[in-house]
């Protein structure tokens, strides 16, 4: 992580805060992730009738309240990025908004709705306008030649989104022509997607700034390393609980598959190395770098290359934090 530096937040601090809801959105993500597609994945041997029927009721709740703070919070992004204030073209502004005004109601009926009557045809519709929207914030967040290691995390970011997409395009189509190189092309998008994915956090641990010496710096250091080790304990928990099914259960909860069946506990490394650079950010003195903490931790809770609309809202709200961190440290900048 960056070592800290007597520059203040001198850029617009409308760019710099957090929005609201979007710490409710990230904890909610969270505890979707953990009760959802952790806790509840473990099925029946793992677990009792009422516990199960106890953590979906439980994990009905923590999905809709990412759902809908994610939608608060996102509504408040594109206003944002929608005014002029944003210094973008208004080209850029007009296709933010128009991208997201015709999402967000979309997903916010499909949350209301029962889950039987979401028709396929619509959640491609949805990843279609998530994923345009996810590129044009993230040539937002460029725009203004921010710090390198927040533009190398908003290219990587776009990278995962963009190669998950392919992936997804090429497994269809090429199934359903028969070609012989679908499966060797597909797997191809989708393993430098999720390399980019897990190399987001190490991009945004350069770009904040801790101050190591003081007590603030010292707490953030000390409950990262408690938090990657938890990540680690939980890995190792799950392996032995899970045995055989930990490469099925970690897809089905965050979509990682590129190890080898195996190796698959050593994805606690990157998981730790990412949960102690969230923490750490959220502990920074700087308004930016928090935003970029609640950024990562929503990315890490929707997973990789998510495909539910509840997931994907989440990661549209992760990439419109981490644009807003990139535009506010290039006003800092000037």
Not at 146 to 165: D, K, N, Q
Not at 178 to 191: K, P, V
Not at 213 to 226: D, I
């Amino acid at each position: 992580m960056a070592a800290v530096t007597a520059v203040e937040d001198e850029g617009s601090p409308y760019f710099a805060a957090v929005p609201p809801l979007a710490w409710m959105a990230g904890a909610g993500a969270l505890a979707d992730l953990i009760i959802n597609r952790v806790l509840i994945l473990l099925g029946t041997d793992a677990w009792s009738h009422h516990a199960l029927v106890q953590l979906d009721s439980w994990g009905g709740f923590a999905r809709n309240l990412s759902v809908v703070s994610a939608l608060v919070a996102l509504s408040f992004c594109i206003v944002s990025r929608s005014s002029q204030r944003s210094g973008l073209p208004f080209s850029a502004r007009a296709g933010i908004a128009s991208f997201g005004w015709v999402l967000l109601p979309i997903v916010s009926l499909m949350a209301l709705l029962p889950r039987e009557w979401n028709r396929v045809e619509l959640v491609f519709a949805i990843a279609g306008l998530a994923h345009a929207l996810i590129l044009l914030l993230v040539l937002a967040g460029i725009h203004g030649r921010s710090t390198r290691p927040a533009s190398v995390a908003l290219v990587l970011t776009l990278i995962a989104a963009v190669s998950g997409v392919a992936s997804m395009i090429v497994s269809l189509v090429g199934g359903r022509t028969y070609w012989e190189h679908t499966d060797r092309l597909s797997n191809a998008f989708r393993w430098s997607g999720e390399l980019a994915y897990l190399s987001v956090p190490l991009a945004i641990g350069l770009a904040i700034a801790i101050p190591w010496r003081e007590a603030r710096g010292k707490a953030a250091l000390l409950l990262s390393g408690l938090a990657a080790a938890l990540i680690t304990a939980g890995m190792a928990f799950w392996k032995h609980v899970a045995g055989r099914d930990l490469p099925d259960l970690l897809y089905g909860a965050v979509r990682l598959d590129f190890l080898p069946e195996d190796d698959f506990i050593l994805y606690a490394i990157p998981l730790g190395v990412g949960s102690a650079v969230t923490v750490a950010a959220m502990l920074s003195k700087h308004p930016v770098d928090r935003q970029m903490g609640a950024a990562l931790l929503l990315l890490l809770g929707a997973g990789y290359a998510p495909h539910s609309p509840s997931t994907l809202i989440v990661t549209v709200l992760g990439v419109a934090l981490l644009a807003r961190s990139g535009i506010a440290l290039a006003e800092r900048k000037h």
